[in-house]
């Protein structure tokens, strides 16, 4: 059974679950409810309940990697607090000029895995925003401020996400999953990184990679959540912006397969090298820490 923790913004320490008051249970259930969502210039803001606090929502896009960073802070808190998900470096400004003009107090920097394409944002966005705190897995061993594991949960002012393992693209990479509960945003909301794409999924063929893992991460971690919950990925190369979970289940041309043939699949993409990878991967094991490394220098 997994041991639950929550990230606090006071001291970034861990809580036990049976401390937080105002987690509900995980459940995993199927839900046949009609999505409706506004599209609106690449943005998004969802709500849940009217007695619940707003979720404050961006969606942004780097156009070199074809990479999503998620922009997410709870706006009814007094503090306004924020995180941004698989920020790149070439758009930190963007980034934290958004932050700015909304009034929001970002307080995490946090990446789905050690990316292959492109450089972290993290690292950067730490030496413009004093006090920002880097998360990465412990699995991925990568260098960060804060670890987390399968069942952690991360809080930003009354929100939370919730971590799950999902290896296959690269041994460390996690799923980030927006809470069950009455309090926290409806439907739900899982930031896949690469483990499961719109109509795709991540490569397997390097960092550790596995089409087997990802296959069995892929079902029992992301396709067990409630059909209507949104499915954000890192990466989008065709123009879709947001899936959920149901579409995927249904349409997805690899991970609908049995897994003998999702394997075969995988076996024979022949991908090109990721023109990065070299310079991206060094530079993303030290995630969070790159203000230091260069300062040492």
Not at 86 to 102: G, H, Q
Not at 240 to 265: A, H, Q, W
Request: aromatic content about 8%; proline content about 5%; some cysteine.
């Amino acid at each position: 059974m997994l041991r639950l923790r929550c990230l606090l913004l006071t001291g970034c320490s861990f809580l036990p679950l049976k401390h937080q008051s105002l987690l509900s249970p995980i459940v995993s259930c199927s839900s046949s409810s009609s999505v409706r969502w506004k599209m609106e210039s690449m943005s998004y803001t969802t709500r849940s309940s009217s007695s619940s606090p707003k979720l404050l929502f961006r969606q942004l896009f780097e156009k070199e990697s074809s990479t999503y960073t998620y922009l997410l802070a709870d706006a009814s808190h007094p503090d306004k607090p924020a995180l941004l998900v698989d920020p790149v470096d070439r758009t930190v400004d963007r980034d934290l000029s958004l932050v700015n003009d909304l009034g929001l107090k970002l307080v995490y920097a946090i990446n789905t895995h050690v990316h292959a394409d492109h450089v972290t944002g993290s690292g950067l966005i730490k030496t413009k925003v004093p006090g920002v705190k880097s998360i990465i897995s412990k699995a991925s061993k990568a260098s960060a401020d804060i670890f987390v594991e399968a069942g952690d949960k991360i809080q930003f002012g009354d929100l939370y996400l919730e971590v799950r393992a999902t290896p296959g693209h690269t041994v460390g990479c996690v799923t980030y999953v927006t809470v069950d509960g009455p309090d926290q945003p409806q439907p739900r909301m899982a930031f896949t990184g690469d483990t499961l794409l719109i109509r795709g999924c991540g490569r397997t063929d390097f960092q550790g990679g596995s089409s087997e893992q990802l296959y069995e991460s892929v079902h029992s971690q992301i396709f067990t959540l409630p059909k209507d919950t949104f499915i954000y990925p890192a990466h989008d190369y065709k123009g879709f912006t947001v899936s959920t979970v149901g579409e995927e289940v249904l349409y997805n041309p690899r991970l609908t397969k049995d897994e003998e043939t999702f394997k075969s699949i995988m076996e024979n993409l022949k991908l090109a090298y990721p023109k990065m990878i070299d310079v991206a991967v060094p530079a993303n094991m030290v995630c969070g820490l790159q203000d230091l490394e260069s300062k040492a220098a």
